[in-house]
């Protein structure tokens, strides 16, 4: 039962990395500070897209669902989980990139706005 629970935690928290990673920037037009841990974020998230590596967190949850006497899916966590409620039909690789794509000119235009504007002079 523990490991089950231990499963779950680590595929709410890899959910809540992937949402931040995607919709983090947004949170800059109201702290910009927050861009110390979203840019780590988002950089990596990117590399693991472009790359087709796996996040350490999937072999995490795949372990504890085994200990849990589950069984362990075969993909990774986005493969898994996401692209059944986006693409039921699946992910081509060209289609990944384009989205990681996407993601990285949205999160690119959002700093931009939050500080790469020369600052207002009081008049």
Known sequence: MWY???????LLLHLAFVLFVVT??????????L???????A????????TGWICPLTPIEHTLRAMAGESAYGSDFIGHYLLPLMYPAG???PVQMLLGT????VNVTIYWLVFGKPPRRRQ
Not at 4 to 10: E, F, P, S, Y
Not at 24 to 33: C, E
Not at 35 to 41: E, G, K, S
Not at 102 to 105: E, G, N, R, T
């Open 24 to 33: 983090g920037g947004l949170l800059l037009l109201k702290w910009p500070r």
């Open 91 to 93: 992910l081509t690789r």
């Open 4 to 10: 089950r629970i231990g499963a779950d935690l680590v």
């Open 35 to 41: 861009a110390w841990l979203h840019l780590p974020a």
């Open 102 to 105: 996407a993601v990285v000119l």
């Open 43 to 50: 950089i990596w998230g990117a590399i693991v897209e472009y």
